[in-house]
């Protein structure tokens, strides 16, 4: 069935007010999603400075971080919303006395949603009715009144985490150096083929095994050990 009056001045209010409704539950989704996103960006940096994860590592947890302030904002701002019940508000905030939803609800009785029983003419007039006078009333709408802009709910525990994430990531701690680090030799001067002692700290870092500390069975020389093999040895020479 047709639609039977023109309803587009309600149908603009309610598309700025749905608009307005959204924007604010993305804040609010946006606010709440601040406080997991700092604490995840926290444990990122300490986990680079303990190095449990390397830089790059580091920055992609960072990002993704981000990306979940993002992911509140869209997800909050994508619940369902219907039209009746963004008519409604409109009408309550504008003393509209339910015009508004009224005409919202009978133009869907009308579209064939739900349709009167055959011949009920009456009804439907009522109903045509009805949705031009909430077409008349729109004008009267005030949409700012009905969806005000707020601070999110969750701002101060927001702010309160950023604040102390800052002060968190800024602060130093203490690791264990492991760079090699020569005290002195001794002696301090031999000639070619003696043995001089290195003293020192990590003077090992970043070696894997060192041979005086292999297993006897691994040095070469050993009692036991397996021979080396046939050296390869090229054509026509000799080593």
């Not at 981000?66 to 963004?86: K, M, Q, S, Y």
């Not at 439907?124 to 802009?149: E, H, L, S």
């Amino acid at each position: 069935m047709a639609q039977p009056t023109d309803t587009s001045a309600i149908q603009r209010l309610i598309r700025g007010a749905r608009l307005r409704i959204r924007t604010q539950w993305a804040l609010e989704g946006a606010t709440t999603a601040v406080v997991v996103a700092a604490a995840a960006a926290l444990a990122s940096v300490f986990a680079v400075r303990v190095q449990v994860v390397s830089p790059t590592t580091g920055l992609y947890l960072l990002i993704a971080s981000g990306l979940l302030v993002v992911a509140g904002a869209v997800l909050a701002a994508t619940r369902p919303l219907d039209d009746e019940l963004v008519a409604r508000r409109i009408d309550r905030a504008s003393n509209l006395a339910d015009r508004l939803s009224t005409a919202i609800a009978f133009e869907r009785v009308l579209r064939g949603n739900a349709p009167p029983a055959e011949g009920d003419d009456v009804t439907r007039d009522m109903m045509v009715a009805a949705i031009k006078d909430g077409a008349k009333a729109a004008p009267r709408a005030n949409i700012r009144a009905a969806t005000p802009f707020a601070p999110p709910r969750d701002w101060r525990a927001a702010i309160l985490f950023l604040a102390l994430s800052a002060l968190a990531a800024g602060l130093s701690l203490p690791s264990t150096d492991h760079t090699p680090h020569l005290v002195r030799a001794n002696p301090d001067h031999a000639p070619p083929g003696a043995t001089v002692e290195l003293e020192g700290q990590n003077l090992l870092e970043g070696i894997a095994a060192p041979i005086a500390a292999l297993p006897v069975g691994s040095v070469m020389g050993a009692p036991g050990t397996a021979g080396a093999r046939q050296p390869f040895v090229p054509t026509a020479a000799s080593v």
